[in-house]
């Protein structure tokens, strides 16, 4: 048997008012496999990663996710069953969103408490596990304000972690970075790839897109142009507009 597909998104459109902005996308995601999403600032990319979490709701088509139909032509699942949905799917965006008035240890160990139902000691010892692997132990009772752009990002990619998601995906989670944080992030998010997390990555990060992708995905105006694996995208497009983009960025 294949791999079961963990996100399968069919024909979905989505518009804000008037404007189109997903115009019938079509994309697989199977078990384990890393999945980088690249094209021109308001191509759809941000839209389509929120449709995935149930963040914005698509008006047709339909997105199964973990083996659960999350919409279906505009009638997304009821909020309980999204809530426990969501606990499956990580999600980390360019801003790291942390709880400013919590330390680190605390940040990560909210949501095992309150969504998960931990007690305090159960939820300290995974996040202590989960700040060792991105590298943060040291941290544990710092506060936010006081970490890098890079540490921010390793704690919000910790939290997601903590709920133990089937899915991860990333929304630009280097953009924000001084050039030289950028490199931890993605470290991690080699780690986790590395681990079988299934992952879809919106990320101007080529490097990354080579070195881990399974498959590369370019949007451009709400379609997906092309998608294949990354020596095809990067050495030998088919799309013009795909060369034009990679000449842009590269
Ligand atoms: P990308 O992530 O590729 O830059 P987005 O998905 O953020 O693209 O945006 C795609 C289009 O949708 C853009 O035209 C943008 O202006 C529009 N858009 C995104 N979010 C909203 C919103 N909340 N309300 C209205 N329009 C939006
Ligand atoms: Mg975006």
Same mark, same amino acid.
């Given at each position: 048997?294949?791999?079961?597909?963990?996100?399968?998104?069919?024909?979905?459109?989505?518009?804000?008012?008037?404007?189109?902005?997903?115009?019938?996308?079509?994309?697989?995601?199977?078990?384990?496999?890393?999945?980088?999403?690249?094209?021109?600032?308001?191509?759809?990319?941000?839209?389509?990663?929120?449709c995935c979490n149930g963040l914005e709701l698509a008006q047709e088509g339909t997105i199964d996710i973990c083996g659960q139909r999350l919409i279906e032509?505009?009638?997304?699942?009821?909020?309980?069953?999204?809530?426990?949905?969501?606990?499956?799917?990580?999600?980390?965006?360019?801003?790291?969103?942390?709880?400013p008035h919590l330390t680190v240890l605390e940040n990560v160990a909210v949501g095992p408490r309150t969504l998960r139902g931990m007690n305090a000691a159960?939820?300290?010892?995974?996040? @202590?596990? =989960? *700040? #060792? %692997?991105? +590298?943060?132990?040291?941290?544990?009772?710092?506060?936010?304000?006081?970490?890098?752009?890079?540490?921010?990002?390793?704690?919000?990619?910790?939290?997601?972690?903590?709920?133990?998601p089937k899915v991860m995906l990333f929304d630009e989670p280097t953009s924000a970075l001084d050039p030289e944080l950028v490199g931890e992030v993605l470290?991690? @998010?080699? =780690? *986790? #790839? %590395?681990? +079988?997390?299934?992952?879809?990555?919106?990320?101007?990060?080529?490097?990354?897109?080579?070195?881990?992708?399974?498959?590369?995905?370019?949007?451009?105006?709400?379609?997906?142009?092309?998608?294949?694996?990354?020596?095809?995208?990067?050495?030998?497009?088919?799309?013009?507009?795909?060369?034009?983009?990679?000449?842009?960025?590269?």
């Open positions: 048997m294949t791999n079961p597909a963990m996100i399968k998104i069919s024909q979905l459109h989505k518009s804000y008012g008037s404007n189109q902005v997903l115009k019938g996308v079509d994309l697989e995601v199977d078990l384990s496999q890393v999945v980088v999403v690249i094209g021109p600032s308001g191509s759809g990319k941000s839209t389509l990663l929120r032509h505009g009638v997304i699942l009821p909020e309980k069953e999204l809530n426990r949905l969501r606990t499956q799917v990580g999600m980390v965006f360019q801003s790291f969103n942390l709880f159960q939820a300290e010892a995974l996040s @202590m596990g =989960l *700040l #060792a %692997k991105v +590298g943060l132990s040291e941290k544990a009772q710092a506060m936010p304000a006081s970490l890098s752009g890079g540490q921010k990002q390793r704690v919000a990619i910790a939290r997601a972690l903590a709920m133990e470290s991690v @998010m080699k =780690l *986790l #790839a %590395k681990e +079988g997390m299934t992952m879809m990555v919106v990320t101007h990060e080529m490097g990354f897109a080579k070195e881990m992708a399974d498959m590369v995905v370019v949007m451009d105006g709400g379609r997906i142009i092309e998608a294949d694996v990354p020596e095809v995208i990067f050495k030998r497009p088919k799309e013009e507009r795909t060369r034009a983009f990679l000449q842009a960025v590269l």
